[in-house]
């Protein structure tokens, strides 16, 4: 009886803190191929997980200590993989051709509530760490003047992949310059304060420790693993022991690849130290991440705070002979995903139904109170569905699109296919399971055609809903009746 | 206006012979032509985890890495006489260990003579033609003796220290055993080693030549041995028997395996087969050892910018694959893979890797393409160089691997078992099919455990009926008409 008691007060305790309104930490990095995370690593076979050679991995316990104290989402996708209209989609909740945005260096729209815009009306202090992107052309430009409504934007820059910065009186600027003087990329003698990815954690943890009481939302935006592929000492020859093979997807011979990449076939040729330094990269990400989490568990904040890791799209480092993103191919599209918040988040939870970056806001917003709403968004609430492991309550589906103010390619994500109609090609379908290379098309192959116009209906309703006019551009619309009626 | 006239010409003759002269010395590169005995793709550039091959990766690095290399006959005699002379074995009908490919085509040209015929200095330091390991070092083996203007035979302490070799199977001779040694002393007084030194004074008295200098290696075949320090460099709490399912063997084709390895492991117990991974790395890494020295020589005497190295194997190798192959003389991809390494000077693909599908017979019309001189009519292989620019090369390539069982208590009949391998799939025959048949889907399957062509679906059939058609064109599937020993298969 007096056990039951207890936990009667336990449990009430647990519902009277769970009032309290959480802070927000959304960590994003930039460009990052998911298969180089440990967490991620440990949900795909040995080839898929060991994709530049047998063994040649970088551990990222630190980022992998997120999926195991909350949940790790295997299927998340930049829902246009490319930088500025990924972005405006995280923060707007909104498809990024209702952003304004649909394209890189564009400006954000001002007349649409943002993630830091609703925050900051129910009182959190609202501070963007780091890269912004969504400012239109200002390079580097501190304190940017479309800041997206963050009130603390002393750190924020709209763009650049610079590698040194430096504190000055007003707030910070890139500290490497050319021989014009003029801000430079090059790593110059960076170290650990004023290496680009060590420099924004330190005002991330001065920003996260303040005595101010009330709750923060803090975004802290990294440049890498983004080109150039340098880091600083002792990053930069920590993967030297390795020995980086090309992908398994590289140089294929006899694969007719899909038209919708456009263009001929890249022809990039393999280099292992582009590789060593992009891991190094990746582990200097991850020891800044864990430095990140430790300051908020010595402070007594880390339980209190919702920690998002994300990307803003992938980087094929070589998979299917290509670098960086655009297409929906795992490796450019997919992106990391884990969020802890144990009160709600069960520890190890695993999230295998689509999720796209369109989603975020939504559910950070729910995930800190119901009392918010979440109708105006575009995006959907995941905040229950991945706490539960079930599909979302709206759409099971999530879609993507290419960047751009033209059509080029529409796609829709479900827990296994991937379908994706073009302004160049037949539609093209992978299957995840029996193909996660995603060299074949199993359009048309007999046993996918309900599963093809389940995913077309599904498309058909997305644009309409969302008004994404790149469903109407003929060849896509024709691709998309053919599909509808696949079968039939 | 005459006298101006002659002069132009004059000039121009000048200028032509100058021009003349320089193409004479870059088209007459030195080659450097190494080969490894029994060496799989244990290797670091290879994507070999447990490999440490600082030296072989280093010319990987600075050439073409062929990743899919096969060669004809995984066999020591047969891939040789293969290779050197461009033919494949049913045109040099050798498929044993004693017979030379002279008996059936006495004038043939080999590559060395080629390069001979055209004003080389040709030369072989060690084991290029067959070799009965260890019995034969020493000696001549079963060479070719006008392939060669000179030869060293060096015969180092290994052989005399046999009776310190540790035989994990008394009941053989070293020579087939999974035998060690982590011998005391030097590099330099083991047989390689003294093979290197040799060859690297070679290189030094010719650097004004032309060469073409052969130098093979003994190790790693057995008895594994090596100087002690290698067998440091594994650890024998790292090193795995490689995986495979409980039933694989439950597909495959009894032929299939290797007439000398009926029982998987020999019978032997898990640590002694560890050990004898360590000594086979060990051996690697020892042989890495001496090719690096050669390497190191061609850097000091200026010859690299000058000098086409290639680097071959004579075949794969198994450690305990599908449950307990070792050795040789399967047509698994790990016997017929083999590693080719090309560095050519100055072209376009060096560094790279080649995942074009290429045969060992290839070497033969590349090295005279590389040297611009005149090759033989007819030779099956074709001119890798095209990948040696651009290792992404359309290819289309097909490579045919074959072995010869002899009737033993397994088969009532000598089986000839062929193999054909494209980008993706490797398709395997036993005497026409009538011993058995196997299809690997290399995409989905690289360790080929599951053998596709058991009750195979339409499009499997589609596949095997295409390959089939590309296998005959290339070996006749039939047991030879002209003697073997069955004993030497």
Request: proline share 5%.
């Given at each position: 009886m007096r056990f039951l008691i207890l936990i009667l007060l336990l449990a009430s305790c647990e519902k009277l803190r769970a009032a309290e309104p959480a802070n927000i930490l959304l960590i994003v990095t930039d460009e990052h191929n998911f298969r180089t995370l440990g967490c991620y690593r440990d949900y795909l076979s040995k080839e898929q997980a060991e994709m530049w050679g047998p063994g040649v991995i970088v551990e990222t316990p630190h980022i992998d200590r997120l999926a195991k104290e909350g949940v790790i989402c295997t299927r998340a996708y930049a829902t246009a993989p490319v930088c500025s209209p990924c972005r405006a989609a995280m923060i707007t909740g909104l498809y990024p051709q209702n952003t304004g945005v649909p394209t890189?260096?564009?400006?954000?729209?001002?007349?649409?509530?943002?993630?830091?815009?609703?925050?900051?009306?129910?009182?959190?202090?609202?501070?963007?760490?780091?890269?912004?992107?969504?400012?239109?052309?200002?390079?580097?430009?501190?304190?940017?003047?479309i800041d997206g409504g963050f009130s603390h934007k002393k750190y924020m820059f709209n763009r650049g992949h610079w590698k040194k910065f430096a504190l000055t009186n007003s707030g910070a600027d890139v500290a490497a310059r050319g021989k014009d003087g003029e801000p430079s990329y090059s790593l110059d003698n960076a170290d650990e304060k004023s290496f680009s990815t060590d420099f924004l954690t330190d005002r991330c943890i001065d920003f996260v420790g303040r005595k101010e009481s009330e709750p923060f939302l803090a975004v802290v935006s990294y440049p890498d693993p983004h080109g150039p592929n340098t880091v600083r000492a002792p990053y930069n020859t920590m993967f030297d022991h390795l020995r980086f093979l090309p992908p398994r997807t590289y140089g294929l011979e006899d694969v007719i690849g899909p038209k919708w990449l456009g263009g001929e076939k890249g022809h990039t040729t393999f280099k292992a130290d582009q590789m060593r330094q992009y891991f190094g990269m990746v582990k200097c990400l991850d020891d800044n991440i864990g430095r990140?989490?430790?300051?908020?568990?010595?402070?007594?904040?880390?339980?209190?705070?919702?920690?998002?890791?994300?990307?803003?799209?992938?980087?094929?480092?070589?998979?299917?002979?290509?670098?960086?993103?655009g297409n929906p191919y795992e490796g450019s599209a997919r992106v990391p995903m884990l969020i802890r918040l144990p009160k709600k988040i069960p520890?190890?939870?695993?999230?295998?139904?689509?999720?796209?970056?369109?989603?975020?806001?939504?559910?950070?917003?729910?995930?800190?109170?119901?009392e918010y709403s979440v109708d105006t968004f575009q995006g959907r609430d995941l905040s229950v569905a991945i706490c539960d492991e079930v599909p979302a309550a709206t759409s099971k589906h999530t879609f993507l699109r290419n960047a751009g103010t033209k059509a080029s390619w529409i796609c829709v994500v479900d827990p296994r296919y991937k379908l994706i109609l073009s302004v160049n090609d037949r539609p093209w379908l992978f299957d995840n399971q029996q193909d996660p290379d995603e060299l074949h098309n199993f359009f048309g192959r007999p046993g996918t055609e309900t599963v093809t116009r389940m995913?077309?209906?599904?498309?058909?309703?997305?644009?309409?809903?969302?008004?994404?006019?790149?469903?109407?551009?003929?060849?896509?619309?024709?691709?998309?009746?053919?599909?509808?009626?696949?079968?039939? | 206006m005459k006298l101006i006239g002659t002069l132009f010409v004059l000039l121009f003759l000048v200028c032509d012979a100058v021009v003349?002269?320089?193409?004479?010395?870059?088209?007459?590169?030195?080659?450097?032509?190494?080969?490894?005995?029994?060496?799989?793709?244990?290797?670091?550039?290879?994507?070999?985890?447990?490999?440490?091959?600082?030296?072989?990766?280093?010319?990987?690095?600075?050439?073409?890495?062929?990743?899919?290399?096969?060669?004809q006959l995984p066999l020591c005699n047969p891939t040789r006489a293969s290779l050197l002379t461009g033919l494949r074995p049913d045109q040099i009908k050798v498929y044993d260990l004693d017979r030379h490919f002279r008996e059936e085509l006495p004038d043939v040209v080999t590559l060395p003579q080629a390069f001979q015929h055209a004003g080389y200095y040709v030369a072989r330091v060690g084991k290029i033609y067959h070799y009965n390991v260890p019995a034969s070092i020493g000696t001549n083996g079963l060479d070719d003796p006008p392939s060669w203007m000179h030869v060293g035979n060096p015969k180092g302490r290994d052989t005399a220290e046999e009776h310190l070799v540790f035989n994990a199977e008394p009941n053989k001779k070293?020579?087939?055993?999974?035998?060690?040694?982590?011998?005391?002393?030097?590099?330099?007084?083991?047989?390689?080693?003294?093979?290197?030194?040799?060859?690297?004074?070679?290189?030094?008295?010719?650097?004004?030549?032309?060469?073409?200098?052969?130098?093979?290696?003994?190790?790693?075949?057995?008895?594994?041995?090596?100087?002690?320090?290698?067998?440091?460099?594994?650890?024998?709490g790292n090193l795995q028997l490689p995986y495979a399912p409980q039933d694989d063997r439950e597909d495959i084709p009894i032929a299939a395996f290797a007439h000398n390895c009926p029982n998987p492991d020999y019978g032997l117990e898990k640590?002694?087969?560890?050990?004898?991974?360590?000594?086979?790395?060990?051996?690697?890494?020892f042989v890495d050892a001496q090719v690096g020295r050669l390497l190191d020589a061609l850097d000091q005497l200026e010859l690299a910018e000058n000098t086409v190295v290639v680097l071959w194997s004579d075949h794969g190798y198994h450690l305990g694959d599908h449950l307990g192959i070792w050795q040789k003389r399967?047509?698994?991809?790990?016997?017929?893979?083999?590693?080719?390494?090309?560095?050519?000077?100055?072209?376009?693909?060096?560094?790279?890797?080649?995942?074009?599908?290429?045969?060992f017979i290839d070497v033969y019309p590349s090295l005279t393409s590389l040297a611009n001189i005149q090759a033989p009519s007819g030779l099956p292989g074709r001119d890798l160089s095209s990948l040696l620019v651009d290792p992404r090369t359309q290819w289309n390539g097909y490579a045919v691997t074959q072995v010869l069982r002899p009737a033993d208590g397994r088969l009532p009949q000598p089986v000839m078992g062929c193999s054909i391998r494209d980008h993706r799939w490797r398709y395997t025959e036993w005497a026409e099919g009538e011993a058995g048949v196997e299809l690997y889907d290399h995409h989905a399957d690289p360790m080929e455990f599951h053998n596709l062509a058991v009750g195979p679906d339409s499009g499997n059939s589609d596949v095997i009926e295409r390959l089939r058609t590309q296998l005959y064109k290339r070996a006749s599937g039939k047991v030879p008409s002209t003697p073997f020993q069955s004993k030497r298969l």
């Open positions: 890189n260096n564009y400006k954000l729209r001002t007349d649409i509530p943002t993630l830091a815009s609703v925050l900051n009306q129910s009182g959190y202090r609202t501070g963007f760490i780091g890269k912004w992107h969504l400012g239109g052309e200002g390079k580097p430009e501190w304190s940017p003047e990140l989490l430790h300051a908020l568990e010595a402070n007594g904040k880390l339980d209190s705070t919702i920690i998002m890791m994300t990307s803003d799209h992938g980087d094929l480092c070589y998979e299917h002979d290509r670098l960086n993103k520890a190890g939870s695993v999230y295998r139904q689509p999720f796209g970056t369109v989603d975020i806001t939504p559910t950070l917003l729910h995930l800190a109170s119901n995913l077309a209906e599904s498309l058909k309703g997305y644009s309409v809903a969302n008004d994404d006019a790149f469903a109407t551009q003929p060849t896509i619309a024709k691709s998309l009746n053919l599909c509808l009626q696949v079968g039939l | 003349a002269a320089g193409t004479v010395r870059s088209s007459k590169p030195n080659v450097l032509f190494i080969a490894v005995d029994d060496l799989a793709c244990t290797l670091g550039c290879y994507g070999d985890q447990v490999a440490k091959t600082p030296n072989i990766d280093r010319l990987a690095a600075r050439g073409v890495c062929f990743h899919r290399a096969y060669n070293i020579s087939a055993a999974l035998s060690w040694l982590a011998a005391e002393g030097s590099d330099e007084e083991q047989t390689d080693g003294m093979i290197a030194t040799e060859a690297i004074q070679l290189m030094a008295s010719n650097a004004d030549n032309p060469f073409f200098l052969a130098v093979g290696f003994f190790r790693p075949h057995t008895p594994y041995i090596a100087p002690k320090k290698y067998f440091d460099l594994y650890s024998t640590d002694v087969l560890i050990q004898a991974t360590q000594a086979y790395y060990a051996c690697v890494s399967t047509l698994f991809e790990q016997a017929a893979r083999a590693p080719l390494i090309i560095r050519a000077p100055g072209k376009a693909g060096n560094g790279q890797v080649c995942r074009r599908v290429v045969e």
